[in-house]
């Protein structure tokens, strides 16, 4: 079974510029998060879906994130204009129904310049 | 707010070892528990969970977590590290939003 899945695995970028990650989920999983890991810390969520609606993203800094989940299956995640603080590891991650355990992805390392 | 605290940032141990890794959490309600643990150049992987039952917890590689509901904590533990068993772990904890929420993490070196 394939786990999940995400690119690009790393990408720097000039600060001001967009830069967009993307995540396929385990198949079958209704439920995708995105996480973000600064060093030394644990993974914070930003955003969660069940199936196509995004039941949580209180934490999602909307002035400059955007992210979307069409049909249910794939994800991505914006940012527009990326800030140097930015720069971090976005992880995706997908649950089954919400309940059970979430399975993560390998990340993607931004860095921004 | 559900939040979970990790008292060890870094721990250095030699092989055969045991350990305790401490986690406490603050959420009233049912909760699920789980460790994670990050191997260098790795992805997060499970290994292990409580939802309820048995409060003792086997997990992978001879891992387990006791899950004491008086005291909002499930510490875990090994009995004997390997060097292999170096790596970054994660508690976390599930309320009734199904918000999965990370404590900050500890880091764990094993010397042989």
């Known amino acids: 079974e394939a786990g999940v899945v995400q690119s690009p695995r790393y990408k720097i970028i000039e600060k001001k510029q967009p830069v967009a990650f993307w995540c396929n989920p385990i198949s079958g999983h209704n439920t995708l998060y995105w996480y973000l890991q600064n060093l030394g810390q644990g993974p914070e969520l930003l955003i969660r879906?069940?199936?196509?609606?995004?039941?949580?993203d209180s934490q999602l800094p909307k002035d400059r994130f955007s992210a979307e989940r069409l049909k249910g299956v794939d994800s991505t995640l914006k940012i527009q204009p990326a800030e140097l603080g930015d720069s971090a590891v976005y992880l995706c991650?997908?649950?089954?129904?919400?309940?059970?355990?979430?399975?993560f992805g390998q990340g993607t390392r931004l860095t921004v310049v | 707010a559900q939040s979970v605290s990790q008292h060890n940032h870094h721990v250095i141990l030699s092989e055969a070892a045991s350990l305790e890794l401490g986690c406490n959490y603050s959420y009233g309600g049912t909760v699920n528990l789980f460790w994670y643990v990050q191997y260098p150049g790795q992805h997060l992987q499970l290994l292990l969970k409580?939802?309820?039952?048995?409060?003792l917890v086997k997990g992978i590689k001879g891992f387990e977590a006791e899950f004491i509901k008086s005291k909002f904590s499930f510490n875990l533990r090994k009995p004997s590290v390997q060097w292999s068993d170096t790596a970054e772990y994660f508690c976390a904890v599930k309320g009734n939003t199904d918000k999965l929420i990370f404590g900050t993490g500890t880091r764990l070196q094993v010397f042989p």
């Open positions: 991650a997908s649950s089954l129904d919400g309940q059970g355990e979430a399975f």
């Open positions: 879906y069940e199936n196509e609606e995004a039941v949580d």
């Open positions: 409580y939802f309820s039952g048995d409060p």
